[in-house]
């Protein structure tokens, strides 16, 4: 696969809490010029962030990260602020303990709520797979698939595990044609995104795949 494609499915990303406007910048700027699918950065960057690229590259940002345990009304007024300042997609965590306890309806509405807010701008909805059964997992391929978002997501990459082609795969088995699909979390070289690729991922959510593009020498690398 040829590298601009790959490219094409990033989410270029930095959500790290130390993260400083300079570092922002990087992204933005890395995210223009590798034609990245979007940049996603922590929201109290997204106002200067859209300002900064000039609708070069999509803003994407997080809401109820990492944890996924704020209420419902707030993770709403998380989303409604991130659009107001400039956000084009969002990425929510879901409330995993609702899951865990069987509350399917509560995280259905809750995603359902979120979307209506973002309307027509891009959904994913990221279910923490590491800290889930496979039951669990599959329920959710469900529920996403009810709720309207656009996409299902394994991971924030701040739990105890990242993406696996396990996770893809099983993803693709159990959610409707209509919900796309995002790896997350420890995706390492290029192989490894071509094996999501291919598994049936649409996006990937990495900072490494642009950083390795840019240490690879220019007679080496197809882009």
């Known amino acids: 696969m040829k590298i601009e494609k790959i490219l094409s499915y990033v989410d270029h990303t930095l959500l790290s809490p130390a993260a400083t406007w300079e570092e922002i910048k990087g992204i933005c700027d890395d995210g223009i010029k590798y034609k990245t699918a979007s940049v996603c950065i922590p ?16 803003i994407c940002t997080v809401i109820g990260f990492p944890n996924g345990a704020n209420t419902p009304e707030i993770k709403a007024v998380e989303a409604k602020n991130a659009i107001a300042n400039g956000a084009d997609e969002i990425d929510m965590v879901i409330n995993i303990g609702n899951l865990k306890d069987g509350l399917y309806d509560d995280v259905l509405n ?27 997992k599959i329920r959710m391929c469900e529920i996403v698939s ?8 394994t991971s924030t990459g701040f739990s105890t595990g990242g993406a696996t082609f396990e996770d893809i795969a099983l993803f693709a088995k159990h959610v409707d044609k209509k919900v796309r699909i995002k790896a997350a979390g420890g995706i390492k070289t ?6 999501f690729i291919s598994l049936g991922a649409t996006r990937l959510g990495t900072s490494r795949i642009v950083k390795i593009i840019k240490e690879t020498p220019v007679e080496e690398n197809a882009y």
């Open 190 to 195: 290029l192989d490894d995104a071509e094996k």
């Open 146 to 153: 009810l709720s309207g978002a656009d996409f299902i997501k």
């Open 110 to 136: 809750e995603i359902k709520l979120i979307k209506s807010v973002c309307k027509d701008r891009i959904l994913k909805v990221i279910i923490e797979t590491c800290l889930l059964t496979e039951e669990e």
């Open 43 to 58: 929201p109290c960057y997204v106002r200067q962030a859209k300002e900064y690229v000039k609708n070069q590259v999509k």
